[in-house]
Every structure is written in C-alpha cells, then in structure tokens.
C-alpha cells in the first residue's frame, strides 16, 4: 500500500484529542504534563492539525500549537527562538506520529506535505519544531521537517530533556530520566 491508496485526511477535532494524547504518550513523551498541556490548548483554540486515517482506523497525526511552545517551559530558548524568528508568525509542531503498523509507507511524507498548506492556509510564515536527537546522536524525523521549507535557524542542544522529569515526563527511550538532546529549528514555510 503507499501513502494515498484508503487514506483519507481529516481535521484534528475535539474528540480526537483524547486518542491524540494516548498515541502521545505511548510513541513521544508520557505523563500528565503532556495530557494537561494538550487538553488546554485544544481548549483555548490554539491546537489544531491533521489526522490521517486507514480504513477508517487512526494512522497518525501532525499536529501544531499556536506560537512557540517547547515540551516544557524552557525560558533561554523561548527567548532565543523569538528573536530568531524576527516576529514573523510561527507555530510550533506539537506532534508528528504515524502508527508502527503504518510506517515505511510514505505517509509521514504525505501528512508533511499536508500541513505545510494548513500552516500556509492559517497565515503561518514560519514554523519551529523541536526535534528528538537520541542519545546516539540519530534524529529520525529531521528530513519530513525540513522538507516542508528552508531552515532559517538551528540549534542542537544535547541535554535538552535533562528536566523532563520535572515535569512528570517519561522518555520512551531513556526512562524517568531522559538523555536525549533536541534540534530546535525554524523553518520557513513560504
């Protein structure tokens, strides 16, 4: 099967926050930060994305928050990435999942392609996305991000996830206290 044969494409709408968090934190981070900070956003109408769907069974999601927003509050970069993005206006990817059963079938691509009319649709000229650096130094998603426009700013910050904890979070590759690093970039979607 590739990536456009039975998909069909949808808003991510309210009822599908729930599932969206539980993908969440079974594939990216757990927690209850996570859930909390989701179901807010959503609330305040400042989450919002794309679902993708395989015979009507959830196959992944991409998703985005409104202005710049880290896995948690993380003031020197915050700051840093504001002055990097020079006002313009950006969003943040919040999520980029596809279920395993899904994977290896271009639709990370698909859902990439997707969003980066969303965001062109929604005004967006920028966006910024944290990117998962293994402690290994792999980053698996780097080239789905950057394919939807030019890099305008990056910065690999190895011990990023250092004060996960803090939060509650639980690394999926590292347990309670979590080694990875992130690549934090801007891109421009124009």
């Known amino acids: 099967m590739t990536c456009t044969e039975n998909v069909e494409f949808t808003e991510i709408l309210p009822e599908d926050i729930d599932e969206l968090i539980r993908y969440y934190e079974q594939y990216l981070n757990g927690g209850d930060f996570i859930g909390t900070s989701i179901r807010k956003a959503a609330k305040e109408n400042r989450y919002y994305g794309i679902k993708a769907l395989i015979n009507n069974e959830t196959a992944g999601y991409f998703s985005f928050q409104k202005g710049i927003v880290l896995t948690y509050p993380y003031p020197k970069y915050e700051e840093e990435l504001r002055i990097a993005s020079k006002d313009s206006v950006i969003d943040t990817v919040d999520a980029l999942m596809v279920i ?82 992130a690549l934090l970039e801007i891109i421009d979607v124009n």
């Open 100 to 181: 395993p059963r899904f994977r290896r079938k271009g639709l990370a691509s698909e859902l990439a392609k997707r969003a980066r009319k969303e965001l062109i649709k929604r005004g967006v000229t920028q966006y910024m996305v944290e990117i998962w650096m293994y402690p290994d130094g792999s980053i698996p998603a780097k080239k789905i991000y950057e394919s939807m426009g030019r890099v305008l700013y990056s910065k690999a910050v190895p011990d990023f996830y250092k004060y996960a904890h803090e939060y509650g979070l639980v690394c999926p590759v590292c347990g309670k206290i979590c080694k990875c690093g």
